[in-house]
């Protein structure tokens, strides 16, 4: 059954409503979008009981003022965007109880530039396309397919497996520093580059512009030239793919990315790093370490391992 939960006193600079994404439909034309932070989104749901998919609001930089209509229990991973409950510091990477009347408000950034946020029972959303998950320049998923404005009401279901005071292991709460270094399978294109360039690219340190966004990280760093030719056929992209224009800055691709792209694709960022990406704001500076497939596989299943502890808990 569906009831109030928050009214949005202010909206932040962005809160959207983000769930794993939008598959099954890039052959269409139509972008995955979802969570930037991966990680962060499903321990935020599992903490309070929800399936590790569920719909939650993602809050970028500035977070907004949310007031309680009905008691609740959340939690807030992701990013320390200094969150508050009735002006008093609010846990994050735990699950607790909120109350009606109260506000939940949020500061400075201190570490991260983006906050997930998670209600018991999940909040109640119409699906498109079998997702949440807001796309901003389709208007689709999520609250009418747009960010949070003010006065909007929204709506939640309640949950009986919600508990408070579940946490994750301080070991496994991510850092998110101001210089990120990144791994990185090389590829499909490397050979459109000389060694010489594929050399500066491990070796430099990149920029993350103003100009980056929800679909890609705009970098600015040495150049990296192409033997011939920035373009290729276009095909399909992968999250973390790394194109190389024809000005030689590279760009991340992240969670809004196009389905195709016709530049060369110098490397892919493991899955494991994009959350870590995700965290990191203009000004950030990127490196990038080369690994192998085995490597990847590895991170990969053992941050897939956290998850699923977590998950069986709640089972």
């Keep these: 059954m569906s009831s109030k939960l928050f009214q949005v006193i202010k909206p932040g600079l962005m809160t959207t ?9 890039q052959e269409y034309g139509v972008v995955v979008a979802g969570a930037m932070d991966d990680f962060s989104l499903q321990i935020a749901n599992l903490l309070v009981g929800n399936k590790r998919d569920e719909a939650g609001l993602e809050v970028t930089m ?4 949310l007031k309680v209509l009905e008691d609740a229990v959340i939690a807030i991973t992701g990013g320390n965007l200094s969150p508050r409950v009735n002006g008093q510091p609010a846990p994050m990477w735990k699950s607790f109880a909120v109350k009606e009347g109260q506000l939940i408000e949020f500061g400075q950034p201190l570490e991260g530039i983006r906050s997930y946020i998670s209600v018991a029972g999940g909040f109640d959303l119409p699906a498109v396309m079998g997702s949440n998950s807001t796309y901003l320049k389709a208007r689709i998923g999520g609250l009418n397919g747009r960010a949070l404005e003010k006065e909007d009401i929204l709506y939640g279901t309640e949950n009986p497996h919600a508990v408070t005071g579940r946490s994750l292991h301080y070991d496994e709460i991510p850092k998110y520093k ?6 990185v399978i090389l590829g499909p294109h490397q050979d459109a580059f000389t060694d010489e360039t594929i050399k500066t690219f491990l070796s430099s340190s990149y920029e993350i512009t103003p100009q980056s966004d929800r679909m890609g990280y705009r970098l600015k760093g040495p150049e990296l030239s192409h033997k011939t030719t920035a373009d290729i056929i276009s095909e399909a992209i992968p999250l973390g793919g790394i194109q190389v224009p024809a000005n030689g800055q590279p760009i991340i ?4 990315r196009q389905t195709t792209g016709g530049y060369t694709r110098m490397a ?3 899955s494991t790093d994009i959350s870590l990406l995700a965290q990191a704001a ?3 500076r990127i490196r990038f370490k080369e690994v192998g497939m085995d490597e990847a596989q590895d991170l ?4 897939q391992k956290i998850i699923s502890v ?3 808990i709640i089972v």
Excluded: C, H, S
């Design 17 to 25: 409503f983000q769930d794993l994404g939008r598959t099954g439909y």
């Design 62 to 65: 500035m977070g907004p003022v």
């Design 178 to 183: 101001k210089e990120v270094t990144v791994r």
């Design 253 to 256: 691709l992240m969670a809004d």
């Design 268 to 270: 892919t960022v493991i």
């Design 282 to 284: 203009p000004g950030a």
């Design 300 to 303: 990969y299943l053992k941050k």
């Design 310 to 312: 977590l998950e069986k």
